[in-house]
C-alpha cells in the first residue's frame, strides 16, 4: 500500500485505531519488536514473514504503531487531536496539548481554544436520522405487492437510519454555543483580548502540527510507503 502523502497516511493510520475488526487483529502477528532496531521497512518484513500482500487496514495499523512508537508525545498528540477519530483518545490528546500552551488566558479559555481548534465547527446543517419513510405504490398493486413494498421500503429505511446513527456516534459535535468566544472567559475580558489569545493558542497549535507531520513523514518515508518516493 502506498499513501499519496503524509497527511492522508496519518489520518487512515489513526482512522484505523477506531475500527474493531479482524484485519486490526491480524496485522499484529507479523510485528516483531526486533523490526524496528533493524530498521526494516514494511515491504521487506511483509516478505520476510512470507506473505505477498496484506490489505489496507493492516498497513494502516501498523502505520499508526510505529508513529505512536517513533513520535515524541507531543507530536503523538497533537496528530491524535486533530485527525483522530477514536473520541477516547481524542479527548485525551486534547487535554495533553493544553499543558504545552504558554498563554495568559485562564484554564477555563486554553481548554475551549485548544478543543475548539481540535474539533472545528461544522459547516451548514447538520444531518438528521431519518424517522420515516415514504414509498410509492402502484394503486392497482394487489395487496401482497403492496405489503411486500412497504416492508422493503421499512428496512431500507431502518438499514440506513442505523448507518447515519452510527456514523454520527463516531464523530465528536460539540453545539454551536461552545464556539462562542463569550462563554470562554468569566473575567469579562475585552474581546480584542480574547481574540488575540485565541489567535495564538491557535498559531502554536498549527505550529506543532506542522512539526508534528514532518516527524511523521520520517517515519512513513522510512517505511516506504510514500507514492513520491516510489516514482
Known sequence: MIYPGVLSAVVSALAAEAIDNTSKQAWQKLYNSADEEEG?????????????????????????????????????????????????RKVQAISALQALISTPAPKLFLFKATTAWAIPQLKGARQKVATSVSVEIPLDAPAWRRESMVKAAVAAGRAKAKKDESRSADMIVLKDSFYDMNTWDNDGTPERTRREWRQKIFAALDALIDESLVEAGHIIRDEGLLLSDAA
Not at 69 to 77: I, Q, R
Open 40 to 88: 526494516g521497512d514494511l515491504a521487506t518484513l511483509v516478505r520476510s514473514r512470507g506473505a505477498e500482500t496484506i490489505d489496507r487496514t493492516q498497513v494502516d495499523c501498523w502505520v499508526s504503531a510505529r508513529l505512536h512508537h517513533g513520535l515524541e508525545p507531543k507530536y503523538w498528540n497533537a496528530l491524535m487531536a486533530k485527525y483522530s477519530t477514536h473520541k477516547g
